[in-house]
C-alpha cells in the first residue's frame, strides 16, 4: 500500500491549471476561471484564493520572472510552461501574499511537481523556490533604460511602457502602469426601474452587510467594500443593480438617450450598455440590439429579462450587414467598438501579455468599417457616441478623425457640463490613474 499524498490547497491546483490555459491555449482568464471555478465547485474561501492566485500571478508576471531568474539554473522561457508558471505562482504568493506562510506555498508547489512531473521537477522546484525565499525575495537591479526598468518593476511589456512613455512622458506613464497595478473597486449601477441609489446601499447593507458609497462620477453608481461575489446577492438577482465600472457608465450617459426615443448599440453583447441606454429611457422607446455573436447575444436578452427591461430587441449579425435594414432609423447610435482593452487591463491582466502593438492596425480597420456602417442607422440630427476601453490613437483619434474628414455632416458634438470634461480636442477620456476608473475614450458625434 502506497503511503498517502500530502493535501494540495484545491486553490492553488486550479490556478495552476488556468494560469497553464491562459499561456498555452490563450485562454482569457475571466472565462477559464469562471468555468473552472463551476466546474470543481470550491468553497467560498477556495475560490476567493484561486481568483486572488491567477489575477496576482498575471498582475504581475514579468517582476515575477525577473525575480525567480538569479534563482533558476535553467532559463525561465525554456521551461515547461507548467512548470514556469508553478514558479511564478508561488513567487506571487511569496512576494505579495503576507498572510499565507512561506512553508505552506512552496510545500504545496513541490508536492504539485512531485504529482506532474517526472523525478527531477520536484526537486528543481524545490531548490528554486528555497533560494528566492532564503534570498529574502530581493527585485534584481534592474536595467540601465529607465523606461525598461519601470517596465520590469511594474510588470509591463516592453513595447507598451515604450509607447506610453514616448506619449505621456515617464512619469505619467509610470502612473498609468501604476493604477492598472492595482485591484479594481467593485462598482455597480443601480437599475433606477427598480429601486433608488440610497435604496439599494441600505439593502446591501441590511442583507450582505456590504457598505456602498456614491460613484464620483456616474450618477447612478455604487462602490463597494469588499463585497466578494456581488451577483450572487439576492439583489443582483432580483435586478437592483447590475456590476458596471464606473467609466463604462459614463458612456450611456454621453449619448444621453431619452424615452421613446429609437436607439442602437451595434456592439451589445453582453448587454451592459444596452440596458444601462435602456433604463436611461425609462425603458420607453426602442432600443435594437445587434451583435455579429448570436450565442453572445442571448445574454443581452437574459441581462435585459433580468433587469425587467422590456425595450430592448435583439438582432443577430454585424452592423455592417444589419444597416441597410435600419438605414436613418435611429435617433442615437452607441458603438462600443471592439478593441485591444488595454484601458482594462487592471481587470484583466492578461490583456498584458496576450496584445501586441502590431495588432492596433488590424483593430483600426476594422474599427472603421463598424463606425461607417453605424453612421448609416443615424437620421438628419441624430447622435451618435463612438467609444473604446483603450487609450490608444490608433483605435481612436486614428478611426474618428477620419471619418469626419470624409463625412462633412457629422461634426463633434462634446457635451457641455460632462463629468470628465472633454479635452479641446471633444474626446471624453477616464484615465485609470487620475480618475480611479478603467480607461476608455469617447467621442460624441452629431449628424447635421
Not at 470628465?420 to 449628424?447: I, K
Amino acid at each position: 500500500m502506497s503511503p498517502a499524498k500530502p493535501p494540495v490547497s484545491p486553490a492553488r491546483v486550479e490556478a495552476l491549471r488556468i494560469l497553464c490555459r491562459v499561456e498555452e491555449d490563450r485562454a482569457f482568464a475571466d472565462l477559464a476561471l469562471e468555468a473552472a471555478l463551476e466546474r470543481a465547485r470550491l468553497p467560498v474561501r477556495d475560490r476567493a484564493l484561486a481568483t486572488e492566485l491567477v489575477y496576482g500571478t498575471l498582475r504581475w508576471q514579468r517582476r515575477l520572472d525577473w525575480i525567480l531568474a538569479p534563482h533558476s539554473r535553467r532559463r525561465l522561457e525554456r521551461l515547461d510552461p507548467w512548470v514556469r508558471n508553478l514558479l511564478r505562482l508561488t513567487a506571487y504568493q511569496l512576494q505579495f501574499l503576507y498572510k499565507i506562510p512561506e512553508w505552506a506555498a512552496v510545500n504545496d508547489a513541490v508536492e504539485l511537481a512531485r504529482r506532474r512531473g517526472h523525478s527531477e521537477v520536484a526537486p528543481f522546484v524545490n531548490a528554486v523556490l528555497r533560494s528566492l525565499t532564503r534570498s529574502g525575495g530581493a527585485l534584481p537591479p534592474l536595467p540601465d533604460d529607465p523606461v525598461e526598468a519601470e517596465a520590469v518593476r511594474l510588470a509591463f511589456p516592453s513595447w507598451l511602457a515604450q509607447r506610453w512613455a514616448g506619449r505621456l512622458g515617464l512619469d505619467e506613464a509610470t502612473r498609468l502602469m501604476t493604477a492598472l497595478d492595482e485591484r479594481p473597486t467593485v462598482t455597480v449601477r443601480v437599475n433606477l426601474l427598480k429601486c433608488s441609489r440610497e435604496a439599494l446601499a441600505q439593502r446591501l447593507a441590511r442583507e450582505e452587510e456590504v457598505t456602498a458609497s456614491p460613484t464620483a462620477l456616474a450618477s447612478d453608481g455604487l462602490t463597494l467594500e469588499d463585497p466578494g461575489p456581488a451577483f450572487k446577492f439576492n439583489a443582483f438577482k432580483e435586478g437592483w443593480f447590475t456590476v458596471q465600472d464606473e467609466a463604462s457608465m459614463l458612456i450611456a450617459h454621453l449619448l444621453a438617450p431619452r424615452a421613446g426615443e429609437t436607439v442602437a448599440d451595434v456592439c451589445a453583447a453582453p448587454g451592459t450598455k444596452t440596458t444601462h441606454l435602456a433604463q436611461l429611457m425609462g425603458d420607453r422607446g426602442r432600443v435594437i440590439a445587434m451583435d455579429r455573436h448570436a450565442a453572445r447575444l442571448r445574454l443581452v436578452a437574459r441581462a435585459a429579462s433580468r433587469l425587467g427591461i422590456g425595450s430592448v430587441e435583439a438582432h443577430a449579425g454585424s452592423v455592417e450587414a444589419l444597416a441597410p435594414k435600419f438605414r436613418e432609423l435611429c435617433d442615437r447610435v452607441l458603438v462600443d467598438a471592439p478593441c485591444s482593452n488595454l484601458g482594462v487591463i487592471r481587470r484583466h491582466p492578461d490583456v498584458k501579455w496576450r496584445a501586441a502593438e502590431v495588432d492596433l492596425g488590424g483593430l483600426a480597420a476594422h474599427q472603421r468599417r463598424i463606425l461607417e456602417a453605424a453612421a448609416t442607422l443615424v437620421r438628419p440630427g441624430g447622435t451618435l457616441v463612438y467609444a473604446t476601453c483603450s487609450l490608444e490613437p490608433e483605435e481612436n483619434e486614428g478611426v474618428v478623425l477620419p471619418f469626419l474628414e470624409a463625412h462633412g455632416e457629422w461634426r463633434l458634438d462634446p457635451p457641455p457640463d460632462f463629468r470628465p470634461e472633454p479635452e479641446l480636442s471633444g474626446v471624453v477620456r477616464c484615465l485609470p490613474h487620475r480618475h480611479g476608473t478603467d480607461g476608455f475614450t469617447a467621442f460624441r458625434l452629431r449628424r447635421f
